[in-house]
């Protein structure tokens, strides 16, 4: 499985940005909407850290506090596809978001142990 994040880029504190991250190197007969999805950040000089989890069939969200009512993470089984949606942003939102997922779901969904795979990272940067 192989992930690929893109969206990332410039934007000033209290704008908006949407993540993307396209799935591919899955088997045949739609396996996708069984996996969990997931995106992580790092900032500079800080561990990697959970933002935000959906799971397969029934798309039940997760979030941690810090992002918790302005960012919404989604996901279109059909293309294969999970969005990360973030509003409302602030300077320390500025990170490498990765996307990771998994087979399944996991309770410890906030643990980057808990993922197979994860994707080459996109740069977000909220800055004035």
């Known amino acids: 499985v192989q992930l690929q994040a893109s969206g990332g880029g410039l934007v000033q504190p209290g704008g908006s940005l949407r993540l993307s991250c396209a799935a591919s190197?899955?088997?045949?007969?739609?396996?996708?909407?069984?996996?969990?999805m997931g995106w992580f950040r790092q900032a500079p000089g800080k561990e990697r850290e959970f933002v935000a989890a959906?799971?397969?069939?029934?798309?039940?969200?997760r979030y941690a506090d810090a992002v918790k009512g302005r960012f919404t993470i989604s996901r279109d089984n059909a293309r294969n596809t999970v969005y990360l949606q973030m509003s409302n942003l602030k300077p320390e939102d500025t990170a490498i978001y990765y996307c990771t997922a998994r087979g399944g779901w996991s309770v410890q969904y906030y643990r980057q142990s808990e993922y197979d795979y994860w994707g080459q990272g996109t740069q977000v940067t909220v800055s004035s």
């Open positions: 959906i799971r397969g069939p029934d798309s039940n969200t």
């Open positions: 190197g899955l088997a045949s007969g739609g396996t996708f909407r069984h996996y969990g």
